[in-house]
Structures are given as structure tokens and as C-alpha cells.
């Protein structure tokens, strides 16, 4: 961890005030309705939870653990859940929040996956969007914030499982 290159991409009040501003849209969009926010582990949970806790609405937590880096920098292409949801999403407003979208072939999976248990509604809230790296089509409903390219560490983000503990998102240098 020491000896990799790095630099803040993002810092911590930025974090914070950008997470805010996604709060107070998600809670405008489900106001008068109690969404299942999933959360898409590991890398999704510091966002998740500093998101779910500035909602001014009530909402269902739950967990999906999907599998398609190892312990490489770049996307195996394949993906395995690993962990399913316990809640039934059926005909419930579904959120699903991820840490980044990268290739697109991971949310693609997950929301496949949701829709086909038939919810009211689903949406994705993703920390970064890393357009450039796209290999299918997807957009997400709610962006923190958006890069062209990099690997990126911190605020449960990592890389190898180092660097998730970090409270600023770096850009990793020399990988």
C-alpha cells in the first residue's frame, strides 16, 4: 500500500457534499415510498451507508455480492454472484448501489438478475462512472461522480483488498 503511487482523485468534503446531493434526489424521487436499497459488496458499502443515512426517507437494506475481478486490475469479463439478496423485491421500488461502472457487464448482470424478479420499479446509484471503459450500453440513474479512466482506491474502493480503509478516493499510479 505504501509503495504505490497514488493521488487524490477525491477528496473526502467533496465526497461528503456530493453524497449529500445524491440524498436529497434519491429522497425526492421515492418520497412517499419505502425503496430496497441493495448495495453491491465489498466496494459499495462505505458509499451505501453514508448515502442511506442522509435520506429523509425510509427505505429496506439489503446485500448482493458479485464476482468479476479477482485480483486483477482489469475485468475478467465473467460474471458470478455470490451472495443473493434475502428481501423479495417483488413489485418493491429496487435501488441498487454500486461503487463504479466500469465495463458495464457487471450491473448489466445484476439488474438482468433484478428485473427478472419483477419489481415495481429499479434504478442504479453508482459512486463513479467510468465512461471510457464501457464494453455494453449502460447508464446509470444516479452518478457521484464521473472519470475517463484509471484505477481508482479508497472510501471501499480497492485494489486487492488494500485501500478500502482509505477516506479519499485516489487515482493509483504504476499498477
Known amino acids: 500500500m505504501e509503495e504505490m503511487k497514488k493521488e487524490v482523485?477525491?477528496?473526502?468534503?467533496?465526497?461528503?457534499k456530493r453524497v449529500e446531493e445524491l440524498a436529497a434526489q434519491i429522497s425526492r424521487d421515492y418520497r412517499g415510498?419505502?425503496?430496497v436499497v441493495v448495495g453491491v459488496m465489498k466496494g459499495a458499502f462505505i458509499f451505501m451507508a453514508d448515502l442511506?443515512?442522509?435520506?429523509d426517507i425510509p427505505c429496506?437494506?439489503?446485500?448482493?455480492?458479485?464476482?468479476?475481478?479477482?485480483?486483477?486490475?482489469?475485468?475478467?469479463g465473467r460474471i458470478e454472484l455470490t451472495k443473493d439478496v434475502e428481501t423479495d423485491v417483488a413489485g418493491r421500488d429496487v435501488l441498487i448501489v454500486e461503487d463504479i461502472v466500469d465495463t458495464g457487464l457487471t450491473l448489466t448482470y445484476l439488474v438482468e438478475v433484478m428485473r427478472a424478479r419483477k419489481p415495481a420499479s429499479l434504478k442504479v446509484c453508482a459512486f463513479i462512472d467510468k465512461r471510457l471503459r464501457r464494453e455494453v450500453p449502460f447508464e446509470a440513474d444516479y452518478v457521484g461522480f464521473?472519470?475517463?479512466d484509471g484505477f481508482v482506491i479508497g472510501y471501499g474502493l480497492d485494489f486487492n483488498e488494500q485501500g478500502?480503509?482509505?477516506?479519499?478516493?485516489?487515482?493509483?499510479r504504476d499498477l
Open 52 to 55: 442511506i443515512r442522509r435520506l
Open 146 to 148: 464521473t472519470m475517463d
Open 60 to 76: 429496506v437494506v439489503d446485500f448482493v455480492r458479485l464476482r468479476s475481478y479477482g485480483s486483477s486490475s482489469v475485468s475478467s
Open 33 to 35: 415510498r419505502e425503496p
Open 164 to 172: 478500502r480503509f482509505l477516506p479519499d478516493v485516489f487515482i493509483v
Open 9 to 16: 482523485l477525491f477528496g473526502r468534503d467533496l465526497i461528503a
